[in-house]
């Protein structure tokens, strides 16, 4: 997966990441006064992950076609789909979308099909009583903006920290205790995203 310097700017990237970006792969400060030739030049998503991380790697797949990283997305979903299945036991709706998606990039189903399903699993998270399941509503509200954006990621980051600490026994969010562990649940997350992004990067697909 490609891009362009100038199609990572034009999606208005953070400064921090944007600087680290430049810096690292172009060698220049000016970061705001790029030449014509600096902004055309091509770079990686891989070449992304490795200059600033697997959260600016996954910011940057916006600039890729949904179907290129639909997949990814499927993968992660599915990798906390437990978290909504053990509080929602019987409710295929997040499931039934993380199938569609692989379906949709195979062809076998339409666009029109997958917004359907998309449009349940969004429901399955507004019906969940959200202060008492706080791991499986934003699992599912990930699940179903995975359809738009790869900020669906980092929702799904979020609920399995959240489930980490509540398994943990952590009854307040403000403990420093609960709080120490929800980063560390969160980071171990991350980690498993970066080794599906991997996997799907090593597959050498194109943009």
């Not at 030049?41 to 790697?57: D, M, P, Q, V, Y």
């Not at 029109?112 to 934003?138: M, S, T, W």
């Not at 562990?181 to 991997?198: D, F, G, N, P, T």
Request: glycine share 4%; hydrophobic share 45%.
């Amino acid at each position: 997966m490609k891009t362009t310097f100038a199609e990572i700017y034009s999606f208005d990237p953070c400064g921090r990441g944007w600087v680290t970006l430049c810096t690292n792969k172009l060698g220049t400060e000016l970061h705001d006064d790029l030449t014509e030739e600096q902004l055309e030049k091509e770079i990686s998503i891989l070449e992304i992950l490795e200059s600033n991380g697997i959260k600016h790697a996954v910011w940057a797949l916006r600039t890729q076609d949904y179907r290129n990283y639909c997949l990814f997305l499927a993968d992660v979903a599915e990798s906390v789909l437990h978290l909504f299945e053990k509080k929602f036991p019987g409710d295929m709706r997040v499931r039934n979308l993380i199938s569609g998606m692989r379906r949709w990039h195979a062809g076998e189903i339409s666009d029109e099909q997958l917004d359907v399903l998309r449009i349940a699993a969004y429901d399955a998270a507004y019906y969940a009583d959200a202060a008492y399941y706080a791991a499986a509503a934003y699992y599912a509200d990930a699940v179903a903006a995975a359809y738009y954006a790869a900020d669906a990621v980092a929702a799904a980051a979020n609920a399995a920290a959240y489930a980490a600490a509540s398994a943990a026994g952590y009854a307040d969010a403000a403990d420093a205790s609960a709080a120490a562990y929800y980063v560390s649940a969160r980071r171990e997350q991350w980690q498993k995203i970066e080794m599906l992004l991997r996997k799907h990067l090593g597959k050498g697909d194109e943009r």
